[in-house]
């Protein structure tokens, strides 16, 4: 690690710190030629990489606001999207990938979106799935009735029998 200030080309760390609940690293150095202190952070960097070939950093920021469109009109509030944005990523860092496909960002959203927000889940996902037709949503809508009502029971009525 160069010095900040006399470009000396090694340092002295002092003490390390874990931050960002674990997925950073802060550092205290000591330039041992001019004796000055400095920080450093140390991430684990996530890349993105586009349909284009184009590789660019991992960005919460950029799925905070991809999602926000979806949720445009609906009662989700921006730590909601901040929350959702933190989850993507830890569950893309799971992964242990160092490198991850841009369409697999947007399909490892669809779960906890679809668990924030039924109608932005059905928007976000007409995107991300390739929605074609009506027959599309139909089944979408199909999939998250069923995983809602499992024991058959409609919202406020008396139990579905299948037969009318």
Do not use: W
């Not at 730590?79 to 947007?106: K, M, N, P, S």
Request: hydrophobic letters at 30%.
């Amino acid at each position: 690690m160069n010095c900040p200030f006399c470009r000396h080309s090694d340092s002295r760390v002092v003490d390390s710190r874990s931050t960002d609940d674990g997925a950073a690293i802060r550092r205290r150095r000591q330039c041992p030629q001019c004796g000055r202190r400095f920080s450093t952070l140390e991430t684990a960097s996530l890349t993105v990489v586009k349909r284009s070939g184009a590789t660019e950093p991992f960005s919460r920021t950029k799925i905070m606001t991809g999602v926000r469109k979806a949720c445009q009109g609906r009662p989700v509030g921006e730590d909601d999207l901040a929350r959702l944005a933190q989850r993507v990523e830890e569950t893309i860092r799971a992964t242990g990938c160092a490198e991850i496909e841009a369409h697999e960002v947007g399909l490892t959203i669809l779960s906890p979106l679809r668990e924030l927000d039924e109608v932005a889940y059905l928007r976000f996902a007409s995107v991300y799935q390739a929605f074609e037709s009506l027959e599309d949503f139909e089944s979408a809508i199909t999939v998250l009735r069923a995983e809602r009502e499992p024991t058959g029971v409609e919202p406020g009525g008396p139990p579905t029998t299948g037969a009318s």
